[in-house]
């Protein structure tokens, strides 16, 4: 892991070193707290920072053996659970952790020491002490990796408080919100849906008795939004959901949902197809982005979901069809040019040449790169699944048209992951340019590819 780690030739040595490195990162999509950044949260200790809601680490510990109160347990100390993931670390050789783990060390901490038992309570202690310093505070962190741009996830009903704060204050990160309206569309659970739409309307100033209200209520919240300088959504599906629906029928599954009843499978879907195709137009009518996240089977231990919950490491790759319904969801907004620039990002890799031939079906010309594949995404976000994304996009789209990496995390740690990106990228374009398949006499426009992909794409194709 020295400064040429990932990088074997020279040619992809200098498009890293000359062109990728330094240029500021741009995170459209993560899931930092708005909170710690506005407050400019100091971290305890490098236990907290590192392992508190990390489901990547808490997979690999359990999976290593070790016992649940060591990982989630409220009886241990930071310190006893940092030392059992040092002790899992080895173990982790050939995972993203290992080589995540030692980037994050050395460099927000410039510790170049292996972590492992015996070095565990140095570095443990090390990285703590730095942690208490200025330097290490949220915002500390965000200006030492050079982000530029940081997009969180939000809902609709909430008050961006502190993106508010944050922007008033003009702290030199932009931190914006992102639409991310999911639980308008949860109508599997009619008291849960009914509560979250009361708290909408609360919110929005729109009382709602019916379906038409509850549009106008979350268009009240999306010219809010954009008011606080978001240009993005973001829908976490299973699938696409792009069923032919009436306005009445959507009418009558809205008051049966709002008045208490299990819908059955077929409105849920009819539903979800309704609000999806709504929530594009709103996009649409304002440049925003929308990004698409499918294919994941959430909570599959349900003796985990009933003691901890969500979002606790028991979520994996689903094998969902999609490429019909994707096409009649993208399709039906483009047939009144409606269709606002999208990214999708699949889950599982199977799907990779699916999505980068049918972002080619509904690119036209407004925007270079208006639908993107999106960049390898959670248990595809490493070395292999990267190339594979980046590979199956040259191949049958434009890579130079691409925006590129977004750390989606919930750790300040985690911004290497761009640099691990950049490294990758620059390894495949140039072992190109060596084994003769690229031109050497073109490095001039390949730097300039490598920075776009980098860095200024998403910044054109976003308009921050
Ligand atoms: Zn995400």
């Not at 899992?88 to 510790?111: C, D, K």
């Not at 907004?333 to 999208?342: E, S």
């Not at 990214?343 to 690119?363: C, K, S, V």
């Amino acid at each position: 892991m020295d400064e040429n780690f990932l990088l074997d030739n020279d040619v992809s040595q200098t498009l890293f070193h000359n062109h990728a490195k330094h240029q500021p990162i741009i995170d459209y999509h993560c899931h930092l707290n708005p909170a710690h950044i506005a407050q400019d949260r100091k971290f305890d200790n490098l236990g907290q920072i590192w392992l508190e809601g990390d489901h990547y680490k808490w997979r690999a510990m359990r999976t290593n053996g070790i016992e649940e109160r060591f990982i989630t347990g409220n009886d241990t100390s930071d310190w006893e659970k940092f030392e059992k993931w040092a002790e899992t670390m080895p173990y982790a050789m050939r995972n993203p952790l290992y080589h995540w783990t030692h980037l994050e060390l050395r460099r927000a901490f410039g510790v170049e020491t292996l972590l492992k038992p015996e070095t565990a309570r140095a570095i443990y202690e090390e990285c703590t002490a730095k942690l208490r310093t200025p330097e290490f505070s949220a915002r500390g962190l965000l200006k030492k990796f050079n982000v530029e741009v940081v997009c969180t996830t939000d809902d609709p009903i909430d008050s961006l408080e502190h993106h508010l704060a944050l922007k008033n204050e003009g702290f030199s990160t932009k931190v914006l919100p992102t639409w991310r309206p999911d639980k308008a569309m949860a109508v599997e659970n009619p008291a849960a849906f009914r509560s979250y739409i009361e708290q909408l309307s609360a919110v929005s100033g729109v009382s709602i008795s019916r379906f038409s209200d509850v549009i106008d209520a979350l268009q009240v919240r999306h010219d809010f939004f954009a008011s606080v300088g978001c240009k993005l959504s973001d829908h976490g599906i299973e699938e696409f959901y792009a069923e032919d629906y009436t306005q009445a029928q959507i009418d009558a599954i809205f008051n049966k949902v709002y008045g208490g009843k299990e819908l059955t499978k077929e409105e849920i879907v009819l539903f979800k197809s309704a609000m999806l195709y709504e929530f594009a137009v709103m996009d649409h009518q304002k440049g925003w982005t929308q990004q698409l996240h499918f294919g994941v089977i959430r909570n599959n231990n349900t003796r985990y979901f009933n003691s901890i919950g969500v979002d606790t490491g028991f979520d994996s790759i689903g094998d969902f069809t999609l490429a019909k319904s994707m096409s009649k969801y993208m399709d039906r907004l483009d047939a009144t040019n409606q269709l606002p620039k999208t990214i999708l990002y699949n889950l599982n890799p199977r799907d990779n040449e699916l999505i980068a031939t049918m972002i080619g079906n509904f690119q036209d010309g407004s925007v270079p790169g208006k639908i993107q594949f999106g960049s390898g995404w959670w248990f595809l976000d490493q070395k292999y699944g990267m190339t594979a994304q980046l590979n199956a996009l040259s191949a049958l789209g434009l890579l130079s048209r691409f925006v590129g990496m977004l750390t989606d995390s919930r750790s300040l740690l985690s911004y290497p992951r761009h640099e691990y990106f950049r490294r990758t990228l620059c390894h495949l374009i140039g072992t190109d340019v060596v084994k003769g398949e690229l031109p050497a006499s073109e490095m001039d426009f390949l730097g300039k590819l490598v920075e776009g992909v980098s860095y200024r794409n998403a910044k054109q194709y976003f308009a921050f």
